[in-house]
């Protein structure tokens, strides 16, 4: 392992960006990537294990996999037994606190404990990635537990008008058709072979990477890596990125939904576009001006001057590898008179469009979001968590601070395109979501 890190050191990168810790990073020869930042503010270690798996991956017959082994990585492996989820109980010994979560698009498992216990988190980690216990008794249990999760959400009746909703939203074949969860009907129905399959096909160390943030030595990580992770073998076949429907073309296959909850809502279904695309930046700029800040001017102009709105719910995430269908929900008191809530949202959306949008609008939201990413700089897991999403979206975690670089470059008549592009209320989608009784 010394002669193969020896090696390896000179590839690496080593800067320091605004987090003012040193970064490097070494890539083991099964592909596993692992990226250290070495920020030795407290003896306190953040270890995530970033997986490129989602429910973007699943196929008819499986929806709901990827998150189903969100659960099923906490059970045992070959060399960590026991009942009940393993992984919990053995990382609460060492003091740890730690969780995972699964979106279309990735599955990440993270964890922060002392440094001191860092090599067992790596022994447990990389024996979950080859050798996880896949048998009936785990399949019986951890799918119980997932589709109790699902009926919850059925008994929410917001959370479960957006499962609803994706069937309206998205055209066949587009890879976040299914919400994450999935399907009850099909969780109830997999089998050991199928989960078996799906952990041999994705959970290998080409298609997964290591971010670790704390009071650590980069070199020692790394050796760590190739002493546990490096033996791995299985290898995920690279292939092209899926082919998605072009998202201009998407009609909701309903104007209306019902909800038995006693509000209305008028969803906008927005085309979003993806990371990589020349638009991605100054879309989501404008989404924020518009819908999602707390400040935005709809909300301004809505919730807080107007009282005509409760509030407005915004279903958009930054993460998307895939163009998809943005949504903004105005929630409001069901009344007669609430068509004038959407006057009043193509008003604004006009103005703008006709008479362009303060750049000190912009320039305030810039030096807003500069001071919370400053902040952010002191936590572990929010350096962890840039560092990790750089590396999954963009290919390169030294591009952490893009998004922010890339702000501070847009101009208001840039945003001025964006909205006659994306929100123009000539051509912008509204499904009206009503109660079950009026």
């Not at 249990?141 to 997932?146: A, D, G, H, L, Q």
């Not at 069937?167 to 997999?190: C, Q, R, S």
């Amino acid at each position: 392992m010394k002669q193969i890190i020896a090696i390896g050191l000179i590839i690496l990168s080593l800067k320091s960006f605004a987090f003012d810790f040193p970064i490097k990073s070494f890539t083991l020869p099964n592909g596993l990537k692992v990226i250290v930042c070495e920020k030795n503010t407290s003896p306190i270690v953040q270890m995530e294990v970033w997986y490129r798996v989602g429910s973007k991956d699943e196929w008819d017959g499986v929806r709901g996999m990827a998150h189903m082994f969100e659960h099923m990585m906490f059970r045992g492996s070959k060399n960590f037994k026991g009942e009940g989820d393993v992984y919990i109980h053995e990382m609460e010994k060492l003091g740890a606190s730690l969780n995972a979560y699964t979106t279309f698009d990735r599955t990440v498992y993270f964890q922060e404990l002392p440094k001191e216990h860092i090599e067992k988190v790596f022994a447990m980690e990389a024996d979950r990635m080859e050798n996880l216990i896949l048998d009936q008794k785990v399949l019986d249990t951890e799918r119980e537990v997932v589709g109790e999760e699902l009926r919850l959400g059925e008994n929410n009746w917001y959370r479960r008008m957006m499962a609803d909703r994706y069937a309206h939203l998205y055209p066949e074949g587009h890879p976040y058709k299914v919400d994450v969860i999935g399907f009850l009907e099909e969780i109830t129905k997999f089998t050991t072979k199928q989960c078996q399959d799906f952990y041999d096909k994705f959970y290998s160390p080409n298609n997964a990477y290591l971010v670790i943030v704390g009071d650590v030595k980069a070199e020692q990580m790394f050796e760590l890596a190739g002493k546990y992770f490096g033996p791995i073998k299985k290898q995920l076949p690279l292939n092209a990125k899926k082919t998605e429907p072009d998202v201009f073309s998407f009609v909701p296959t309903t104007e209306e939904l019902v909800i038995d909850y006693p509000v209305q809502i008028y969803s906008y279904a927005i085309p979003c576009p993806a990371i990589g695309t020349p638009d991605y930046y100054a879309f989501n700029l404008l989404r924020d001006l518009l819908f999602s800040n707390p400040n935005s001017i709809l909300n301004n102009s809505i919730v807080e001057r107007g009282n005509m709105a409760y509030q407005i719910s915004a279903q958009s995430d930054d993460s998307r590898l895939y163009s998809n269908i943005a949504t903004f929900d105005v929630i409001m008191q069901a009344q007669i008179g609430n068509a004038k809530v959407k006057k009043m949202i193509s008003k604004e959306i006009y103005d703008i469009i006709n008479e362009g949008i303060d750049q000190e609008l912009i320039d305030n939201y810039v030096k807003n979001l500069e001071v919370n990413q400053t902040f952010q700089n002191f936590s572990n897991a929010a350096i962890a968590d840039r560092l990790g999403f750089s590396e999954y979206y963009f290919m390169d975690y030294s591009k952490y601070n893009q998004t922010l670089e890339t702000y501070k470059t847009i101009k208001a008549e840039q945003l001025t395109d964006i909205c006659k592009k994306y929100f123009n209320p000539e051509t912008m989608k509204v499904i009206n979501i009503k109660p079950l009784m009026e």
